[in-house]
């Protein structure tokens, strides 16, 4: 997991770097938490760049730190979200809540 | 002994979380012999994470236990059999259900039967309390369009 805070927008960038399964996501949410209670961010950015493989862990960690930002009066969006990525997003519906954005619109 | 498929495998290891993806890597290994493509390789891989958290989480309820994968191919078609010697589910109808779970408290996303359905051509599940859990996947991997000509090429080249 990186992590990028810019400050000028308050936006902080979770790039998550590796493969989001049952076993991974308890750390990958436990460094979420850590960065997003730090900087508290007016959104946070999923960046799934180098995410090669994710199941429905992966769903639980994205609603669970959707909560957490939505306390904060925050939003969250995801960027760079491979084929095989997409397939899990779109069929689990967080897209509601989450939606993917291209990555030239995003602040 | 005549095996009545073109190839099966048997794998059986412990219910420890790092072992997800050890399972889903071994199966997509078995299952590259069909030639899938890089999407159905993915759904295979999804839905043994799904059934193998499963089986730690709510089969074993994070305690020590045996899971079991039996994997067979027949013609073109991958039959996945994952099971555990756990708790068993007490409403399998309800256990189906998107956005049911048990585990809430885990962040859990109650959709890990829901993506097997979806990723999977035919999912199974037997289930006796205090017994344990099988869950059956069948998947049929399409033939390819240049899947002959990769043939005729081994040929030459073998």
């Known amino acids: ?107 | 002994m005549k095996s009545r498929y073109d190839n099966e495998m048997e794998l059986e290891f412990l219910s420890k979380s790092n072992n997800e993806a050890f399972a889903r890597i071994t199966v997509a290994a078995f299952a590259a012999q069909l030639d899938p493509t890089i999407e159905e390789l993915a759904d295979i891989k999804t839905a043994v994470s799904e059934a193998v958290t499963n089986c730690i989480i709510h089969g074993y309820e994070n305690t020590e236990g045996l899971i079991k994968i039996k994997a067979t191919l027949l013609k073109n078609e991958i039959e996945i059999e994952i099971s555990d010697n756990g708790k068993g589910i007490e409403n399998i109808e309800l256990a189906r259900k998107p956005l049911y779970t048990t585990k809430g408290n885990l962040e859990r996303s109650g959709m890990g039967f829901t993506i097997m359905e979806s990723f999977m051509d035919e999912v199974e599940i037997h289930s006796v309390v205090d017994i344990g859990t099988k869950v059956i996947m069948k998947k049929k991997i399409k033939k390819q369009e240049n899947a002959e000509e990769n043939e005729e090429e081994n040929a030459l080249i073998n």
């Not at chain 1, 810019?6 to 493969?19: A, H, R």
């Not at chain 1, 436990?30 to 799934?48: L, S, Y």
């Not at chain 1, 199941?55 to 925050?74: T, V």
């Open chain 1, 1 to 107: 997991m990186n992590s990028r805070f810019n400050k000028k927008d308050n936006v902080l960038y979770l790039e998550i770097t590796e493969e989001i399964d049952h076993h991974k996501a308890e750390k990958i949410r436990r460094v979420m938490d850590n960065e997003i209670t730090r900087f508290m961010p007016r959104k946070i950015v999923f960046d799934f760049s180098n995410v090669s493989f994710m199941d429905s862990a992966g769903i639980g960690l994205l609603i669970g730190r959707y909560k957490l930002i939505k306390l904060l009066g925050g939003t969250a969006e995801i960027i760079n979200a491979n084929k095989i990525i997409s397939k899990v997003l779109e069929m689990s519906g967080i897209l509601k809540i989450i939606p993917i954005q291209n990555e030239e619109n995003v602040s």
